[in-house]
């Protein structure tokens, strides 16, 4: 687990005061972006879901799919959904998020996790027109995910 995430001064829209560390995750992986068409009927990139590969220390802990769902390699695993959000550092970052948890299974590291955050942002942002529907791209992105819960 990493201290410096937590001494990270966070933005109010995700600050979680109260809530206690459980377990701080470098992710790395890649958004991924389908070509659809809006309500415009222009084609555009839309986010469809993340893929990556939850490390501590540089050993794999976890993985982090559509859902969004995050799953440890001891079986736990939490569904949430996004609370809170505020701008990535740069143009081509993501979202700071902050998610609350709808959902859990299993048992282990993640059991009693009720809120997540997104912080550390880079890269992983698709934006503007594409050119075929039903085409996809994934964009790399790598962030730290901070587990918490109540009390």
Request: with cysteine.
């Amino acid at each position: 687990m990493s201290a410096n995430a937590a001494e990270t001064p966070l933005p109010a829209a995700i600050a979680s005061p109260g809530e206690t560390v459980v377990l701080t995750a470098h992710a790395e992986g890649a958004q991924v972006y389908e070509c659809k068409a809006g309500t415009d009927g222009k084609l555009a990139w839309v986010f469809r879901e993340p893929i990556a590969t939850l490390l501590v220390d540089g050993k794999t802990v976890g993985r982090h799919y559509a859902g969004p769902t995050w799953e440890h390699v001891d079986g736990s695993a939490v569904i949430a959904k996004a609370a809170g959000n505020a701008p990535g550092a740069t143009a081509d970052d993501i979202a700071w998020l902050k998610l609350e948890v709808t959902s859990s299974r299993g048992s282990g590291v993640l059991t009693g996790v009720t809120t997540v955050q997104r912080i550390n942002t880079r890269g992983g942002k698709l934006a503007g027109a594409c050119d075929k529907a039903g085409i996809f791209k994934s964009v790399p992105y790598s962030a730290e995910y901070v587990f918490l819960k109540k009390g």
